[in-house]
């Protein structure tokens, strides 16, 4: 399998990762065809692909890889979908990263791990967010070099047409304004996306977190 420098991330075996695949490989697509701002090819890889592509993935800060799945606020969880015969499961960001580490990703890389879930920079009443806990986690574990992007609201997978004078189609994102409204904005935004090193520890209660089926674990 030959990996770009941008990836898309599956922590599911395709047989269980519901759209996320044809989604990934639409949104890659759309970049490749120019309909998207940023000319870009997306490797996919899922955790039951042969090898360790992600070792193959660049060591500079101008690579990517994408986690795809379902989140919420403060959830130390994502998930991918259930109809279609997928039944829903849900993993933590200790698997996914473990997932990660499985399928090549080495200690050298310096890049972006981009949470491409909903609410993933959002952290909870007592939780951080995803993003945070999934770079707390590879610090730990050695990953130094790199850092992760959360985003604060919900979001597409697939380049769509943003309202307002857009020439390009753009991921978008829908946020929560200080007013209260919702606008629709794209994921390059600064209000879009937050960004993490790491610095510190995952929290005692969210260590160890088994994974779960059909309902998401009150965590």
């Known amino acids: 399998m030959h990996i770009s420098d941008r990836c898309f991330f599956i922590a599911w075996p395709r047989a269980e990762a519901a759209d996320f695949v044809r989604e990934a490989t639409e949104a890659s697509d759309k970049g490749t065809s120019g309909a998207a701002h940023r000319k870009r090819s997306f490797s996919v890889v899922c ?18 890889i994408e986690l795809v799945g379902h989140g919420k606020a403060g959830s130390p969880y994502i998930s991918n979908t259930g109809g279609g ?41 007592t939780n951080p967010s995803f993003a945070d806990l999934v770079s707390r986690y590879l610090n730990h574990k050695g990953y130094i070099l790199l850092h992760t992007i959360g985003y604060m609201g919900s979001m597409n997978t697939v380049h769509e047409v943003l309202p307002g004078k857009h020439k ?32 510190w520890r995952v929290p005692k209660n969210l260590e160890n977190l088994p994974i779960a089926w059909d309902t998401r674990p009150n965590v």
């Open 47 to 64: 955790w039951d692909d042969p090898g360790k592509p992600l070792g193959e993935m660049g060591l500079t800060s101008t690579t990517r």
């Open 85 to 125: 015969g997928v039944r829903k499961q849900y993993l933590s960001f200790e698997t996914v990263c473990d997932r990660m580490i499985e399928k090549g990703l080495v200690k050298r890389y310096a890049g972006a791990i981009s949470c491409g879930v909903c609410y993933s920079g959002v952290k909870g009443n």
């Open 168 to 199: 390009y189609e753009h991921r978008p994102v829908d946020v929560t304004k200080s007013d209260g409204t919702m606008a629709t904005i794209k994921t390059s935004d600064w209000a879009a996306w937050k960004h993490y090193s790491g610095v």
